[in-house]
């Protein structure tokens, strides 16, 4: 492959990163420089950077310690590259992805934004469903809280996905694993309007959610996501925003952490778990906002 179509990967892998993440410009910016160390890495042993094999990895692992890097710098590095190798994986420009069990030093880690239940609410309610548009915004944004999807596999949804008989779609995530996922009544409901307004159209593509006869791209998704955002007053959000409050509402009305881990399709239950400290960090906060007793220092015998 071409030096042209490296870089090409990674602007792609950026633009990914955007739509997908919501992640600010200062955060893509390290993405890209550590995107770039591993490319002149990949460049210095003779090959792509896609085709970099585990034990290059721990090669470039132990080069930059050599080159006295901090332990958060080297962890940060390859956590960019592990969510390179992940891209490169969904995109199937790779089928195997090198960076598995590749340790380094952990950093710190940060919980995930979410939407309140109000403000999810406000959210849903914010497309204009006196339009065609506004209809299939709802739908989309109902299905995406409904079931906890990704930006790529609600892009990546067909009509055929979707059982509303069975109130159940199926979606594939990440290295192509299938999952069927449960909705209720609500993104039924409006996918069935959605569909109803569909099938006027004279499109005959297999994909649930169109633009202009065409497939939704990520990038338009996360745009209609943050313009619906900025009118329910709910901004700085990113579609992942809506996945990462489905798996944390789901927590503080009681899921145990198994059904969540299946139905996030999360391979690992530690990535899960990060719900757990959300919905610990709820209760202290009402906790501490509302018993009569908490902020009382112990006084008498």
């Known amino acids: ?78 956590s960019a590259a592990r969510s390179f190798f992940k ?51 709802r739908a989309m944004l109902e299905l995406m809280y409904a079931a906890g999807l990704r930006v790529s596999e609600l892009c990546g949804l067909k009509v055929a996905d979707v059982d509303l008989d069975g109130a159940i779609v199926s979606c594939f995530g990440k290295g192509s694993k299938q999952r069927r996922i449960p909705i209720g009544k609500s993104a ?24 202009r006869g065409r497939a939704l791209t990520r990038q338009l998704a996360w745009s209609i996501i943050k313009t619906h955002a900025a009118k329910a007053e709910v901004p700085n959000i990113s579609p992942h925003t809506l996945r990462h409050s489905f798996g944390t509402h789901l927590m503080q009305h009681g899921a145990d952490s198994r059904s969540v881990q299946a139905l996030l399709g999360h391979s690992d239950i530690s990535t899960t778990e990060i719900y757990t400290h959300i919905t610990d960090l709820h209760m202290r906060k009402a906790y501490d906002r509302f018993h009569p007793r908490a902020r009382v220092a112990g006084k008498g015998k």
């Open 188 to 211: 039924v409901h409006w996918l069935q309007r959605y569909l109803s307004l569909r099938n006027r159209s004279s499109s005959n593509s297999p994909v649930l959610f169109l633009n």
């Open 87 to 137: 891209f490169l994986m969904l995109d199937r420009h790779v089928l195997r992805d090198p960076t598995e069990d590749i340790h380094t030093p952990q950093m710190s880690s940060h919980l995930p934004k979410f939407l309140t239940e109000e403000e999810m609410e406000r959210l849903l309610r914010a497309p204009d469903i006196n339009t065609d548009l506004g209809v299939r915004d």
């Open 1 to 78: 492959m071409s030096e042209r179509s490296t870089r090409d990967l990674s602007r792609e892998f950026l633009t990914y990163l955007q739509v997908e993440k919501g992640l600010s410009r200062n955060t893509l910016q390290n993405y890209a420089r550590d995107v770039r160390r591993l490319q002149s890495w990949a460049a210095k042993k003779g090959t792509e950077t896609e085709g970099l094999q585990r034990k290059d990895l721990r090669e470039w692992i132990a080069s930059m310690s050599r080159e006295d890097l901090a332990p958060s710098s080297i962890a940060r590095a390859v």
